[in-house]
């Protein structure tokens, strides 16, 4: 007996001797959520594919409880127990949430049986409960077209489970929607969570972190790693592949801002302002055109407003350079957001991530009052 839900092994995906899928090796439990990501390219969108049966393996196979799904159709492997959503959401804008409810929940019905014969009662009764799970039960009645993009993403999300499939493949959910709506389709799905298999592909780091329990990260066509998002994005491996693309940072210098970047998050409570400052500050830092420095930015404000765990990063600087440019960055920060312009320290969470990181550091005290006298003469 097996209680995975997916296995797949070897497997390769050839487009024209390109592999967009290559040996790639993975499976789950039943009942867990897990989320993927990767760089634009690394195969997440094709992994899909080729569950759904959209997409035949050139090699290997992927079993859904324990079934070898090897030259199935797409239909066919839908009434087995696996749904999928895709990015931009498929409803019926002319019909009310309702109905595009009462529609899913009866697939093999046609449109006009649904909408001109009243639903059995076990159906009507499945509708109220998917209305509730996915927060439209006040929008029951409104046309599809008249939600927000969201609310669009949240009734496909119930579409999808009134067909109850056993594993939901669920991609992208949040491009696009705002923090709010984010976070409900983050709740959404972690209810969910509660009674089917979910695989979520997501770009969105912000959201993955709201979710996210194991994350597997694929890159080239392979899983590179696989762990909880702390280890994830603290593995080099990861920056490397995320960051990658961004013209002149390497592995070192991205650990050196993330750790000065640590700093104004260390209240848990920073301005959309204040980080566009502190992004600004650090990427100046390290890239010349502002060109560069806007890329940089893009991508530091994905990996950066976390926690990030000191102790981890600090070990892995190894120059004394290096330690001394991340206590001069970490002080600039600090003390550019303190209030008042005598203030050392915005606040005591600061203060104490700020002690943290010289005590990690091993500078010698001589060394750090004379880089934070450096920075202070500079301002
Ligand atoms: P992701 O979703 O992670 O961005 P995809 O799975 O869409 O990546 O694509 C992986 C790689 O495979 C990309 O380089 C893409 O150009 C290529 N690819 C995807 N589908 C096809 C196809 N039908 N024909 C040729 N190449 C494809
Ligand atoms: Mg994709």
Redesign the pocket.
Known sequence: MTSKILEIDRLTVS??G?K?LNDLNFSMDAGELRVII?P????????LDVITGKVQPTEGTVRFKGQNLQGKAEHHISRLGIGRKFQTPRVYLNLSVRENLDLACNRHKNVFSTLFKRPPSTDRRNVIGLLETIGLTAKADLQAALLSHGEKQRLEIGMLVAQSPELLLVDEPVAGLTDEETENVGNLLLALAESHSIIVIEHDMEFVRQIARQVTV?HQGSVLCEGSMDRIQNDPRVIEVYLGQAPSIGEKEMIILRIAASMAWADGDIAPEEIDVILTQLSRQFADDSQQQKELQKELRDYLSSNVDIANLVPQLETMAEREMVLKLSYEIISSSARHPDEDLINEEEAIAYKKLIHLLELPEETVKHLEREVKSKE
């Open positions: 487009f024209d390109f967009a990767g634009n390219g690394a195969g997440k969108t094709t992994f694929l």
